[in-house]
């Protein structure tokens, strides 16, 4: 039987069981109801907007966009987003789906903290975003009704979430904080890793070996 919240069904096929199964062994309950949130926001903002998009890619790149903060999949020099872009396009190749679709399901991943770029990606790439900005930060806020938010807030229960995402991204990339340069994650550093100084633009350009 088909699982449906907030009027959106949850994919229920094998490749998106398989999915959810790898972030249910990976991740953790934070990362899991996280994850099924976005998807949710996401598809719900999709509906409202009558934009088509394919619910299970859009799923499957939800799974998927957090993953690369775990242990199992976080890499010691990448940016988390392409440890789970990378991820998922192993996942997706492994069980032979078309490039096009592994193409768009590791963009929608790779540039989910991309503000200003993945907005005008393909739809599930931007409804993707949709969804995080919604969770993570409230974006848009009133956009979907209280009553819609709470039907998904108890199905993938909140619990102190704002307190508890900052700590997990820093533990994703804490052994890398360079990775964070030029991206919103510098800023979880600069507040939560003690010695932690922001690299400047600037100085790089300033300080270049270029003798002019």
């Not at 099924?36 to 996401?42: D, M, W």
């Not at 990378?86 to 540039?111: C, H, K, M, T, Y």
Request: net charge negative.
């Amino acid at each position: 039987m088909s699982t449906l919240i907030a009027d959106i069904k949850i994919p229920d096929s094998k490749l998106a069981v398989e999915a959810a199964e790898l972030l249910r062994e990976h991740g953790d309950e934070l990362l899991w109801n996280h994850s099924n949130r976005v998807f949710l926001f996401a598809s719900i903002q999709g509906n409202m907007q009558q934009i088509k998009y394919d619910s299970e890619l859009l799923y499957i790149s939800s799974l998927f966009h957090d993953l690369g903060l775990t242990p199992a999949y976080r890499s010691p020099d990448k940016r988390f987003e392409v440890d789970g872009a990378n991820a998922a396009r192993d996942f997706l190749r492994s069980r032979g789906v078309p490039e096009d679709s592994i193409r768009l399901v590791w963009d929608a991943v790779a540039l989910h903290t991309t503000i200003g770029i993945v907005e005008y990606k393909e739809s599930e790439a931007a409804l993707m975003n949709f969804g995080v900005g919604y969770d993570v930060v409230g974006k848009n806020f009133d956009l979907i009704s209280e009553d819609t938010r709470q039907q998904i807030i108890q199905a993938f229960p909140r619990n102190q979430f704002k307190h508890n995402i900052l700590h997990a991204f820093l533990e994703g990339f804490k052994h890398k904080p360079e990775t964070t340069y030029g991206t919103i994650n510098a800023d979880i550093c600069e507040v939560l890793l003690p010695g932690y100084k922001r690299p400047n633009f600037c100085n790089h350009v300033l300080h270049s070996r270029w003798e002019e």
